[in-house]
């Protein structure tokens, strides 16, 4: 795909991925159109973005609400004539347990990081049927849509779904015969942005910022761990947004910016394997990981 002219829609673009993405995209010459749930840092945004010289439209969005991404891909038609590329990145992470994850906060995960991608889809696909010209749907999933760790109940559950339904528009395209619309799903590593603080977007009654989950050994020692990681030597949002760009620029299905560490990709490998073969891989990984937990509950004493 032909980046430089071409139109893209991005969610969740205040900040992190979807800032980088954005501004990758005005540096390569296309048109952003951004939007994101938080009106006054989508509003920084917007005037970062202008100062690179971008053409720039952004659009408050709620990416948990359908009619909220058909008012921003109409919105973005209205404003630069068409679009050509759906940036599906809006999402969070929180970690629990498995038999307590409250039911508000499992629908509040899989609203924001699942059923948002097929809003988007529902919104912009059509649209760029009709357009006929090249267009592009890009899902920022995630590792977690491979593999699962301990306190991930909601995100890998989330993530992995986020890939099987943007997989399944990439077979649904193919076998309709749609041949202007590529398909890219991105399934970083760790990154280094805000996604550990999910009270920012969480709703009030989940009560996120009281930190009541980290009463648990698990859920406290996992998110430390993701915040060593992040606040350490976790890749920048910009090397992720460049790789990115680049797979979808080359037309490819997937791409893994920070998830290409031989460890993590003999895990990953080893996990899909299991699954097809019916052998249970986890056991090797979950030592490896109870052992991180450990270390990462010895750097918050
Ligand atoms: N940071 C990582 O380590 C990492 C790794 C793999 C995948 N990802 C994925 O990358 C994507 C972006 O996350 P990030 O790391 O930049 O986190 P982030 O928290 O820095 O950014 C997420 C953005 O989404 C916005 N948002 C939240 N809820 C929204 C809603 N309902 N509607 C619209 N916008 C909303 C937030 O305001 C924020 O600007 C997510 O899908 C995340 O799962 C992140």
Redesign the pocket.
Known sequence: MELRGAVVAI??????????LAREAVRRGMSVAI????AE??EDARKALEALGGAVLAVR????KSA?LEALAAATVARFGKVNMLV??????VASLAWETPEAQLDWIL???VK?IAHGIRAFVPRMITQGDPCHVLT?????ALTVYPGYTT?STA?HA?LALTEALYMDLAAEGVGNIGVTI??????????M??E??SPADLALADGGRFQRRTVRAMEQM?RN??AGG?MN?DDAARQILDAVAEGRLYVLP?HDSPATVATAKAIATGRATGENAYGPVLDGILRSLDKAEETRK
């Open positions: 969610t969740g673009a205040a900040g992190g991925v979807g800032f980088a939007s994101d749930i938080r840092p989508l969005a709620d990416v948990t909220d599906n990145n809006a999402g969070a992470f609203d924001l990081n948002s920022i999933a995630s590792g977690a995100y993530k986020a991105a399934m970083p590593g760790i990154l280094r942005t805000e996604i603080s999910p920012k977007t993701m990681h992040v976790a949002p920070a």
